[in-house]
Structures are given as structure tokens and as C-alpha cells.
């Protein structure tokens, strides 16, 4: 199918379900979560790079141009694009001597005293070049499209000096120029403190906010900015300070909170109404409350506590039942979530934290969407938005997390063209 030269609409019709997710114009909420808005024996119609249609194939055939081309999604699942909204894409090498150590027992810190860690992925970022690390980073991103992913939030963080973490955004830019993804960047240079300020933290703080921020800003070079407010990365003082300044930029907040102790960062991404908090696995009652009440979205990642071999998995039920917007994400990285898969991590929140499939997908299409400020454009399947959709070989929607650890999607569509395709014998 020479698609990308197709100028003519396409209609995809006779899909056993088309889950359109169409609804408010805002993220979902409570049992809002359920509400897939599902439409059975379901058809798009595609005109350029928008959705001109959605409904029974029956209805929307009486009415199609003259000149449509079509494509049979005879019992097949048709869902929005997945929207990954937390990913540290752009990094080299791998960690898996550290896979086998934590197997074998050795604990975080034994595995830093071997010079493992956010070092090992540091140090080899910091060697690779601007290119290397875009060939590596666009070979991923091919991973995430043939999972159903067509948005892709991407951090910056593995660099931790003025020149790395810019070579890293550049990176960022370079693939979204590219396509046929949707990027979004996001600067995590407050990831962890760098070996060569351990001596002077706020040394490392102050170029941040000095140098970096700026020159990030004026270049725009990202549109979020995220911290890691943990024990052993960054203090909620430091936070406050750095969130402060990128916000004075005109960055967007996130927040890397309540991973591995209660810190209060939490607490900070509500005080500051940030976009979203993420992780949250050692989040409390009131600090849930805190969110619902500033409107600050849950990003949950289930992948690291999977990688991690950890059973504290973020209180999913009871964000919900807050009425907090709850997010699902990947979380890919190198160190404890290497996963590009989007399907098993529903999987993973169904099993795990006590989603339905429901819940699940809505956190990662219209949820996730609207938690990179996308929701008016991506996330569901409502006339208007971009075409970003994805065919699985499925005759039920819940069969997607069911079949854990297996790839169903048949075909991908990025603004409205067909970007990827699974061989069939």
C-alpha cells in the first residue's frame, strides 16, 4: 500500500470495535475511566491528516466520497494511538550486567559501589556523539511504533552538564523533525546530582538555573521540565527552586515523585498545580487528596516496579476514587523499565494495581494526551483530531492487556497515513 504518496480519504470500516474514547473535553476521571465510547462493527473515515468521520461502518458508507480508498479492519480492535507520557528515550548502551546482579541478590548500593547506577548510562551517553545517539534513539522509537505508540513524551537527563543535556535535547528535536512520532520534550537535568559537583550540589543547582534553563528556553529545546525530588537525587528545597525558574522560562511542570521515599514531593507538585506527578508508589492518603484538590494528573508506572522485581505498586484505586486523572506510562529507561510496550504495561496495571482494561486504556490514550496539553488533538477518535490510530488483531478490546507480553497491533496510522504494518502469512 503506497500510503505515504495516498491523497485520497481512507476509510477503515467493518472493525469488530472501534474504541473512540470520545467524551469531555478534559481528562476522565473516576468512572468517566470506563467510558470507551465504543461503537461496534465501527469505521473512521481519514481525510488528510484528520478525522472526518467516526461510526457504524453501515451509516458512514452511505455517504462516502467518490474517490475513497479502503481498508477492511474486519474483526479487528481500532484504538487511538497510545500516548507514552514518560519516557527517558535518548541514553547508550544498556544495564544489564545490573539485570543479573539484582537477580543475584546485590543491593542498590553494592551496585553502586561497582560503578553501576545512573553512572554507567551517564558516562556512556556522555561518550557517544550527537549522531550515535540519534541512530540509537531512532531504532527505539521504531519499538514504540510497532507497540502502538504515536506520542511520545522524552526526557533529557542522562547527560548532566550544560553541553550534554543540550546534545541530548537536540537529539530530542532531531527525531520529532523526523517523525512520523509526535515528541515532547522535556528537560531532566535535575535527574541526579553529577559526580563531578558532589563536592558542591548547589554548584550543579545554579548552572541549572543560570545557565541551562535560559539557553533551553530561548532555544526552545523543551517544553517541560521535570525533577527528580527523591532520596539520593534532589531535595524539595532544590525542587522548589528549580521549579520556580523553569516556570519563570515558560516550561511546564512535571515531577519524578514518591518513588522511593515520601519526600513531599508530592505535596510540591500540588502547591505548584505542575501537569502531572509520577511514580507515587509511597504516596499517602493526604497527598492524594492534595493532588485531586490542585488538579495535578497521576502519571503511574507500573513497568519499573515489574523491572524492579518490587511488589509497592502506586495506589491506582485509590487516586481514582480521589478523582485524580490517572496516567499510564512506560517509563522507559535503562535502568528499570526497559520496555517500549505500552500493551503490557495495561497488562501490568490491570494485574497489578487493579484497572480494568477500561481504565487502563483511557490512562493511556486521553488521559496521557491531555497530560502533555495534547488532549484537543490526540488521544481519541473524534472528528477534528489528528488520525493517530492503531488496528490490533483483537475482536474485543480487553483481549489487549489479556494476552500480556504478546504484540497484537496489525497497523499503525500517523497523521493519517500508514507508518507501520505487521507482515501476515
Not at 468517566?32 to 465510547?37: A, I, N, S
Not at 502547591?271 to 487528596?289: Q, S
Not at 495495561?346 to 483511557?362: D, F, K, N, R
Amino acid at each position: 500500500m503506497a500510503d505515504r504518496e495516498r491523497t485520497q480519504p481512507l476509510f477503515l470500516h467493518s472493525a469488530a470495535q472501534v474504541v473512540t474514547l470520545a467524551g469531555p473535553n478534559r481528562p476522565r476521571v473516576g468512572r468517566e475511566l470506563e467510558e470507551l465510547g465504543l461503537i461496534e462493527n465501527g469505521a473512521v473515515l481519514i481525510e488528510g491528516e484528520i478525522i472526518a468521520a467516526v461510526g457504524p461502518t453501515e451509516a458512514l458508507e452511505a455517504a462516502l466520497p467518490s474517490d475513497v480508498q479502503r481498508w477492511d479492519a474486519h474483526g479487528m480492535v481500532v484504538l487511538p494511538g497510545f500516548v507514552d507520557a514518560h519516557t527517558h528515550l535518548v541514553f547508550a548502551g544498556d544495564r544489564v550486567e545490573e539485570f543479573e546482579w539484582r537477580i543475584r541478590g546485590l543491593s542498590y548500593e553494592e551496585i553502586a559501589h561497582r560503578g553501576g547506577g545512573i553512572w554507567t548510562t551517564v558516562r556512556r551517553t556522555r561518550a557517544a556523539s550527537e549522531d550515535a545517539l540519534l541512530a540509537i534513539a531512532r531504532r527505539r522509537l521504531r519499538w514504540f511504533l510497532e507497540h502502538g505508540t504515536t506520542t511520545i513524551e522524552v526526557k533529557s537527563g542522562y547527560g548532566l552538564s550544560r553541553e550534554e543535556e543540550l546534545k541530548i535535547l537536540r537529539v530530542i528535536r532531531r527525531l520529532h523533525q523526523e517523525g512520523p512520532l509526535e515528541i515532547v520534550p522535556t528537560l531532566l537535568a535535575a535527574h541526579v546530582v553529577p559526580e563531578e559537583y558532589a563536592a558542591d550540589r548547589s554548584a550543579y543547582v545554579r548552572m541549572i538555573v543560570e545557565e541551562l534553563l535560559p539557553e533551553v528556553a530561548s532555544e526552545g529545546l523543551a517544553e517541560y521540565h521535570d525533577v527528580f525530588c527523591d532520596a539520593g537525587a534532589f531535595t524539595v528545597e532544590e525542587a522548589r527552586v528549580l521549579m520556580e525558574t523553569a516556570r519563570a522560562h515558560g516550561l511546564k511542570l512535571r515531577l519524578h515523585a514518591e518513588q522511593l521515599t515520601r519526600s513531599g514531593a508530592a505535596r510540591l507538585a500540588a502547591e505548584f498545580r505542575a501537569r502531572t506527578a509520577d511514580h507515587l508508589e509511597k504516596i499517602t492518603d493526604e497527598d492524594i487528596a492534595a493532588l485531586a484538590e490542585a488538579g495535578v494528573m497521576a502519571v503511574l508506572l507500573p513497568g519499573a516496579c515489574f523491572h524492579l522485581g518490587r511488589g509497592d505498586y502506586p495506589p491506582a484505586r485509590k487516586l481514582i476514587e480521589a478523582g485524580v486523572p490517572v496516567v499510564l506510562a512506560t517509563d522507559f529507561n535503562p535502568g528499570t523499565s526497559p520496555t517500549s510496550s505500552m500493551p503490557m504495561i495495561l497488562s501490568l496495571a490491570c494485574t497489578q494495581m487493579g484497572l480494568t482494561p477500561a481504565e487502563a486504556i483511557t490512562a493511556a490514550t486521553i488521559n496521557a494526551a491531555y497530560s502533555l496539553d495534547r488532549g484537543h488533538r490526540v488521544g481519541s477518535l473524534e472528528v477534528g483530531k489528528r488520525a493517530d490510530l492503531v488496528l490490533f488483531e483483537a475482536s474485543d478490546y480487553r483481549q489487549i492487556p489479556y494476552f500480556f507480553g504478546v504484540n497484537l497491533v496489525r497497523a499503525v496510522f500517523a497523521r493519517g497515513r500508514l507508518v507501520y504494518e505487521r507482515e501476515t502469512t
